[in-house]
Structure formats: structure tokens, C-alpha cells
């Protein structure tokens, strides 16, 4: 690689800013590893709090928008304002989370997946290759009706079509007090979850495995299973063949026991609540939240690179007090090396996938020479001795790994 001139983009990225620790950590990250290497070429939208309370959050679907647009975005944390918030920042309003609005207008599928270093090992020794999560992001528990039932009376679940005809079926009859909930979910939603899975197991060339509990939700959960198969036959099946990797349905309980004996190496789709606790699971076993990275691929082949942690509140506020804070930058690197590298993958610019690739090895080489942060520390059990170092430390460490990388 030339490295007298920077390395060119044709397409710019979208580049979505965001709040608190991780906007500190974002300035930091392309000052000292992007700006010096990489052409950047950005579309910048500035979805820190107070810019979307400003622009009563346009600027959120404006985002979405340029995502649509451009095919690729990164994504800085943001806050999702609640009610001490909207009061910290004198907000006009307690705005939606910026990542539910562009999940919603990209109709995608979040998939989560852990940064493996030689050092610090997964809870499960067996896993060798990260596992990634694939969630479904819609429907079930998270847009339930729930009832309490006060006394002895009939539950039903009543569907009535657009000509007044009622189907009904009998919940329960209750005897005296209890519960009742309603969920759903439309095949419109499992259909889009269906190829964003099939299409990143693909991509990442990663077997696909899928669980429900069919065995019991005989209708509902085996609706999921079906659509998938039939997807799979129809759209999928051949480009699996030729790629070499498999998908396979299985129980959830199945699918455990099968996770926990695994290597890892694998793409695991799992229902809204499923994927919601098993990708807490899975972060905690590999490590740490600070080590996890997050992409939202929409059915139609558009991505969004983000770290899965937050705003990290606590260090900020150390942080405007003067302190120095050892944030963990490494899920919002990863973002960016995702995000150039898919970009220069459309494009056709090899540089740009090279770097992308370069940028993450030299983070990852930086942690295993024993530089890191204080998070990190405590996991620690590589031969030689760790140093915690503070952000602004760790980057520059990265940097001269980059460098050396470079050539
Ligand atoms: P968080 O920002 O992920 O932080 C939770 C705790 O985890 C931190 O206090 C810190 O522990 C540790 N941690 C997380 N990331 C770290 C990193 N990179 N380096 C070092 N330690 C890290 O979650 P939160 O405190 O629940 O939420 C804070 C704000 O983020 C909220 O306003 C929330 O709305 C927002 N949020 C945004 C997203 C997103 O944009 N994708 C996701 C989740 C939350 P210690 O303090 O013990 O060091
Ligand atoms: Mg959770």
C-alpha cells in the first residue's frame, strides 16, 4: 500500500454522531486512526441529543434516509432520552430511541457479535470463533395486551377480517384471578428477519442455525419455522450449496445444549425475546459489553455499524469534571472498520477493505501486546502483564500498530 497518499472513497458513508463518552471516543477515533490514513468522504448527520431536539429528531430520519440512499452507515451511541433527561437537556420532547426509528424504516435485523482477543477467554473454553446473534427486532412480548383478570371469567382471542367476520378461540376459564396476554407478529416482519439472516450467514460465510419453541407453540412459533424453510428452498438453498455452509432448524432447548458443546463460528437467529437475553448471555460469555459490535442489515442488503453498549454516562461525567477515562473504544472501531469495509467492497476498492481489515488487527494486536483498557484488566489473563491505560493512551498505542501495519 502506497502510503505517501491517503486511501480514496467513492461513495461516502454515512457518518451518524451521537452522545456523551462514545462522541468524545468518535472525535478521538478519526483524528488518530481515519482522517491520517483514509480520503474520508461522509455524509454527517448529527444525532446528539440536543441536535435532534433542535430539528425535532428529522435528523434521525434524515439518517435513515441517506442510509436508504447510500447503502452504509456508522453510528455513533446515543442517548434515548427518558424523563431525567428530557429534563438535563431541556428537551421539547421525550424523543423515540434513535435506533428503533432507523431499524423501523430499514426493516432490519440486528446481529450482534462479540471482538475475539488471545488473552481474555470466553467463559465457555470450547468456543474458539465468536458467535453472533441474530435478533428479530419486531412483534411478540415487545407489543403485547396484557389484562389482569380479576375474577372468575372467559378469556378469548377474537380476529375479526375487514368483512366483520369473527374467528374465536378460548384463552382460559378462569376460575378466579389471574392473567391474560395478547402478542403477534406478521409475516411481513418474519419474512424481512428471514433474509436479512440467510443473506449475513451468506455474507459472512457462517452456518445459519434458527430455534424456536415449535413443540409447543404448535401454530404460532412453527409459522416462524415454516417461512424460513420455505425461504430457504426457494431463495437460499442453491448460493448455500455453492458457498459451502448450511442452515439448520432446531428446538431452542436443542439449540443450548448444541451452543454451549459448540466452537462457535456461527450465525443464531433468534426470536424477539430469545435474542434479547441470549445476546446478553453471549456477550457476558465472551467477555464484555465493550467488546461487542452490532450491525443492522435490512432485507434489501443496506448496513448500519454500531458498538451494542451505550453512551457510557458514568465516564462522561468524570470526564467533564477533567478526569481522564479509560473508555473502551473498540466496539465504535470496529464499527468504522465494518462500515469502511463493506464500503469499499461495493465499490470495489481493495485499499479500503485492506484497511478496514488492518485497522482491526492493529486494535486487536494492541490489546494482545498487553495495552488496554481498565475494563479489560480485570479479564485479563494473557502472559504478558496488561497495562490499563487511558483512552486517549490506547488509541495512540493503535496507532502506531496501524502504522506498522501500513507499512
Ligand atoms: P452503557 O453506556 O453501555 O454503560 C453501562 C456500563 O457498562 C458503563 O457504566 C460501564 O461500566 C460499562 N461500559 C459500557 N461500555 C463501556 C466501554 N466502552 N468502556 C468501558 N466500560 C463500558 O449503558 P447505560 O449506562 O445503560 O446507558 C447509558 C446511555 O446510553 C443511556 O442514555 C442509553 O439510552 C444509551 N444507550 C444507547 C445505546 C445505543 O445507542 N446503541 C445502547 C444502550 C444504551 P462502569 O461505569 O462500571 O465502568
Ligand atoms: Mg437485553
Redesign the pocket.
Same mark, same amino acid.
Given at each position: 500500500m502506497d502510503m505517501s497518499k491517503k486511501i480514496a472513497m467513492k461513495t461516502p458513508l454515512v457518518e451518524m454522531d /451521537? !452522545? *456523551?463518552? @462514545?462522541r468524545v471516543?468518535w472525535k478521538g477515533i478519526k483524528e488518530e486512526l481515519l482522517e491520517p490514513f483514509v480520503e474520508l468522504k461522509c455524509e454527517y448527520y448529527d444525532l446528539g441529543l440536543e441536535h435532534r431536539d433542535e430539528t425535532g429528531d428529522q435528523v434521525t430520519v434524515d439518517a435513515a434516509n441517506a442510509i436508504k440512499r447510500l447503502g452504509v452507515g456508522v +453510528?455513533? #451511541? @446515543?442517548?434515548? %432520552?427518558?424523563a431525567q433527561?428530557v429534563e438535563e437537556y431541556h428537551l421539547h420532547e421525550m424523543w423515540k430511541? %434513535?435506533?428503533g426509528t432507523i431499524r423501523a424504516m430499514l426493516d432490519g435485523t440486528c446481529f450482534r457479535a462479540p471482538i475475539m482477543v488471545e488473552g481474555i477467554h470466553p467463559v465457555i473454553p470450547a468456543w474458539e470463533k465468536p458467535i453472533t446473534i441474530a435478533r428479530h427486532a419486531y412483534g411478540d412480548i415487545y407489543k403485547n395486551t396484557e389484562l389482569t383478570v380479576p375474577e372468575k371469567g372467559k378469556a378469548e382471542l377474537v380476529v375479526t377480517s375487514p368483512d366483520g367476520l369473527e374467528t374465536r378461540k378460548m384463552i382460559h376459564q378462569f376460575e378466579g384471578s389471574g392473567i391474560v396476554q395478547g402478542v403477534h407478529n406478521t409475516d411481513s416482519s418474519i419474512t424481512s428477519f428471514a433474509h436479512s439472516c440467510f443473506r449475513y450467514a451468506l455474507d459472512t460465510h457462517q452456518d445459519l442455525w434458527f430455534a424456536t419453541k415449535d413443540t409447543i407453540s404448535k401454530t404460532y412459533d412453527h409459522h416462524f419455522k415454516d417461512l424460513f424453510q420455505e425461504i430457504f428452498e426457494r431463495d437460499y438453498r442453491e448460493a448455500f450449496e455453492k458457498a459451502g455452509i448450511t442452515y439448520f432448524y432446531t428446538l431452542i432447548d436443542d439449540a443450548i445444549a448444541r451452543v454451549v458443546r459448540s466452537r462457535g463460528g456461527f450465525v443464531w437467529a433468534l426470536k424477539n425475546y430469545d435474542g434479547d437475553v441470549m445476546s446478553d448471555m453471549i456477550a457476558t460469555a465472551f467477555g464484555?459489553? #465493550?467488546m461487542m459490535t452490532?450491525v443492522l442489515v435490512s432485507p434489501d442488503g443496506k448496513y448500519e455499524y *454500531?458498538? #451494542?453498549? /451505550? @453512551?457510557?454516562?458514568?465516564?462522561y461525567y468524570r470526564h467533564l469534571k477533567g478526569e481522564s @477515562?479509560?473508555?473502551? %473504544?473498540?466496539?465504535?472501531i470496529f464499527a468504522w472498520s465494518g462500515a469502511l469495509r463493506k464500503r469499499g467492497e461495493l465499490d470495489g476498492l481493495d485499499d479500503l477493505v485492506r484497511f478496514g481489515d488492518l485497522l482491526e488487527k492493529a486494535t486487536i494486536a494492541t490489546i494482545e501486546d498487553g495495552t488496554m483498557? +481498565? !475494563?479489560l484488566v480485570n479479564l485479563w489473563q494473557g502472559e504478558k502483564p496488561a497495562r490499563g491505560v487511558d483512552?486517549t493512551e490506547f488509541l495512540k498505542a493503535i496507532r502506531t500498530h496501524l502504522e506498522e501495519l501500513l507499512g
Open positions: /451521537g !452522545d *456523551e463518552m @462514545t471516543l +453510528k455513533c #451511541a @446515543t442517548i434515548t %432520552p427518558n433527561r430511541s %434513535p435506533n464484555s459489553l #465493550a452490532s *454500531e458498538a #451494542a453498549h /451505550g @453512551t457510557v454516562t458514568r465516564h @477515562t479509560s473508555t473502551n %473504544p473498540v466496539a465504535t483498557t +481498565k !475494563d483512552s
